[in-house]
């Protein structure tokens, strides 16, 4: 039995709903047969969006979807996803070298923006500053934003079918421009950013700007990017991060010691935020650069999901990718004073994904679980959590070196007078009961419990066994909770 201390009047901070989003590129089969299957498909459908996939999504509360890239971003000209989309141009899509598949257009900006509003999700779009200029990216804006009438984007916007502007508030300046996004020098970005994010401000009132910031703990772009930034000029209102924990073995074939580094790489999350966000302090850019971890999750070898490979990136997604997800929600609301979104990489279909789709075929991951479970920490005010924590010792696989990984992984909010607890046990072996010690506040006597555990971390999803991985609910009295090995629980307890 461990004592776990909830800490109501130290609260961290509110937790920004918008932690609890995703993002959706065009690679392989994320839009084409995941989100999108057509209007004349034989698959249920609203206006050719997956009846299902819609249903499922709306369920956990999605705050935001990032597009239409990743990497696809720095090709993407906006002007060829609108208009009828029989007469929309096919490109080469930017991971065509990849996978030998070109970009049909049949989504672009409204079908994006009428995706998200199916599901209740803010847009958000990834500018392409890489091939596409200021004015054009001016231009974007305005056929999104500009009131009815107004301007000739905006009357072009409606004979498109969209009278009311779109409203699309967030913008990515960029994305991995150290990388895919135009290969730059931190310097060489940051005057392209300041190019790029004065013309957006002035082109539509109340929008957010989000800078590309670094891969992973990449601290020398952040500094390098940060001395040159005018922070003066205040046209930053958040700092993107993108980190992979990689992989450990396979996707659905891993050792002990495998499963353990996975979950060792996913925390050093933790370490992620915390330096880039000391870094952003030592330059006084807290206000202009709260953190907006727009890809993240664990990018197996390809070939486990369904298409075994044709869909590019597709993997499958095990009770370890489960214990992946919880543990980094967990640092996101324990740290949601320092981040402001974060976007899981990717919705379906790809990498550490929330569905997997194929034709009529449809099933939502353990993945998806987890974020059902969490979705009341959205605009919870986080407390703090103490207790002994206990370390697991494993060889790492790499260079058979023991290594050390907390065993218990926890977060704590309360709103709308309840509390909602998360834990992962990270331990294959020992379960854990906590002992809820509450400080400042008074817990009713029973909690909602749910739990997702499988007894082999190797259990997924498929679309002959679509519950392999799948919560279980009961009712338990508050005092005790406990937590099997593996495994991710909830409790969710009335506040008296
Ligand atoms: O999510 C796949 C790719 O990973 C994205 O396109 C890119 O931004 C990142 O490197």
Same mark, same amino acid.
């Given at each position: 039995?461990?004592?776990l201390? !909830?800490?109501?009047?130290?609260?961290?901070g509110?937790?920004?709903?918008?932690?609890?989003?995703?993002?959706?590129?065009?690679?392989?089969?994320?839009?084409y047969?995941?989100?999108?299957?057509?209007e004349?498909?034989?698959?249920?459908?609203?206006?050719?969006?997956?009846?299902?996939?819609?249903?499922?999504?709306?369920?956990?509360?999605?705050?935001v979807?990032r597009?239409?890239?990743?990497?696809?971003?720095e090709?993407?000209?906006?002007?060829?996803?609108?208009?009828?989309?029989?007469?929309?141009p096919?490109?080469?899509?930017w991971?065509?070298?990849?996978?030998?598949?070109?970009?049909?257009?049949?989504?672009?900006t409204?079908?994006?923006?009428?995706?998200?509003?199916?599901?209740?999700?803010?847009?958000y779009?990834?500018?392409?500053? /890489?091939?596409?200029?200021?004015?054009?990216?001016?231009?974007?804006?305005?056929?999104?934003?500009?009131?009815?009438?107004?301007?000739?984007y905006?009357?072009?916007?409606?004979?498109?079918?969209?009278p009311?502007?779109?409203?699309?508030?967030?913008?990515?300046?960029?994305?991995?421009c150290?990388?895919?996004?135009?290969?730059?020098?931190?310097?060489?970005?940051?005057?392209?950013?300041?190019?790029y994010?004065?013309?957006?401000?002035?082109?539509?009132?109340? !929008?957010?700007?989000?800078?590309?910031?670094?891969n992973?703990n990449?601290?020398?772009w /952040?500094?390098?990017?940060?001395r040159?930034?005018?922070?003066?000029?205040?046209?930053?209102?958040?700092?993107?991060?993108?980190y992979y924990?990689?992989?450990?073995g396979g996707? !659905?074939?891993?050792?002990?010691?495998?499963f353990?580094?996975?979950?060792?790489?996913?925390?050093?999350?933790?370490?992620?935020?915390?330096?880039t966000?000391?870094?952003?302090c030592?330059?006084?850019?807290?206000? @202009?650069?709260?953190l907006?971890?727009?890809?993240?999750g664990?990018?197996h070898?390809g070939g486990?999901?369904?298409?075994?490979?044709?869909?590019?990136?597709?993997?499958?997604?095990?009770?370890?990718?489960?214990?992946?997800?919880?543990?980094?929600?967990?640092?996101?609301?324990?740290?949601?004073?320092k981040v402001?979104?974060?976007?899981?990489? @990717?919705?379906?279909?790809?990498?550490?994904?929330?569905?997997?789709a194929?034709?009529?075929?449809?099933?939502?991951?353990p993945?998806?679980?987890?974020?059902?479970?969490y979705?009341?920490? @959205?605009?919870?005010?986080?407390?703090?959590?103490?207790?002994d @924590?206990?370390?697991?010792?494993?060889?790492?696989p790499?260079?058979?070196r023991?290594?050390?990984?907390?065993?218990?992984?926890?977060s704590?909010?309360?709103k709308?007078?309840?509390?909602?607890l998360?834990?992962?046990? !990270?331990?294959?072996?020992?379960?854990?009961d906590?002992?809820?010690?509450?400080?400042g506040m008074?817990?009713?006597?029973?909690?909602d419990?749910?739990?997702?555990?499988?007894?082999d971390?190797?259990?997924?999803?498929?679309?002959?066994?679509?519950?392999?991985?799948?919560?279980?609910?009961?009712t338990?009295?508050?005092?005790?909770?406990?937590?099997?090995?593996?495994?991710?629980?909830?409790?969710?307890?009335?506040?008296?």
């Amino acid at each position: 039995m461990k004592k776990l201390y !909830l800490v109501k009047p130290l609260p961290v901070g509110v937790i920004n709903p918008l932690i609890y989003g995703h993002f959706s590129e065009h690679i392989g089969g994320v839009f084409y047969d995941g989100i999108w299957v057509g209007e004349d498909s034989s698959v249920p459908n609203i206006h050719g969006f997956r009846k299902s996939l819609v249903e499922a999504f709306k369920a956990v509360r999605p705050s935001v979807l990032r597009w239409p890239g990743g990497c696809f971003a720095e090709t993407y000209d906006w002007r060829d996803g609108i208009g009828p989309r029989h007469s929309r141009p096919t490109r080469i899509n930017w991971w065509y070298q990849n996978d030998g598949r070109m970009e049909p257009n049949k989504i672009g900006t409204h079908e994006f923006v009428e995706f998200c509003r199916l599901v209740g999700a803010e847009p958000y779009i990834a500018a392409n500053i /890489t091939s596409t200029t200021p004015l054009d990216i001016r231009d974007w804006i305005d056929y999104c934003n500009s009131p009815k009438g107004s301007t000739a984007y905006a009357k072009l916007r409606e004979a498109n079918g969209s009278p009311e502007p779109l409203n699309v508030k967030y913008w990515g300046v960029g994305n991995e421009c150290w990388g895919g996004g135009g290969n730059m020098e931190p310097e060489i970005y940051a005057h392209e950013y300041r190019k790029y994010a004065m013309i957006m401000r002035n082109s539509a009132p109340g !929008l957010e700007l989000f800078a590309c910031g670094p891969n992973a703990n990449g601290w020398h772009w /952040t500094e390098r990017f940060l001395r040159v930034f005018d922070t003066s000029s205040h046209i930053m209102n958040g700092y993107s991060v993108h980190y992979y924990c990689g992989a450990s073995g396979g996707c !659905l074939d891993f050792t002990n010691d495998q499963f353990y580094h996975l979950l060792s790489k996913a925390s050093f999350m933790n370490h992620i935020v915390n330096q880039t966000w000391n870094l952003v302090c030592g330059f006084n850019c807290q206000n @202009q650069c709260p953190l907006v971890v727009d890809e993240w999750g664990c990018w197996h070898p390809g070939g486990s999901g369904p298409t075994k490979g044709y869909n590019l990136f597709e993997q499958q997604s095990t009770m370890r990718d489960a214990l992946v997800t919880a543990l980094t929600l967990n640092i996101f609301n324990n740290n949601c004073e320092k981040v402001k979104m974060a976007n899981t990489a @990717q919705l379906v279909n790809n990498l550490h994904c929330l569905f997997l789709a194929n034709k009529e075929n449809f099933i939502v991951t353990p993945t998806y679980h987890v974020y059902d479970m969490y979705k009341e920490h @959205q605009g919870a005010t986080a407390i703090k959590t103490a207790f002994d @924590q206990e370390e697991i010792i494993y060889k790492n696989p790499d260079n058979q070196r023991e290594e050390k990984l907390a065993k218990l992984s926890v977060s704590a909010s309360v709103k709308d007078g309840a509390l909602l607890l998360t834990v992962a046990n !990270l331990s294959l072996t020992d379960a854990e009961d906590l002992e809820l010690e509450s400080v400042g506040m008074t817990l009713g006597s029973d909690a909602d419990i749910t739990i997702l555990h499988n007894d082999d971390v190797h259990a997924h999803n498929t679309f002959d066994a679509p519950d392999a991985v799948t919560p279980i609910q009961t009712t338990a009295k508050a005092d005790v909770i406990h937590v099997p090995p593996a495994s991710v629980v909830t409790a969710r307890i009335r506040i008296g």
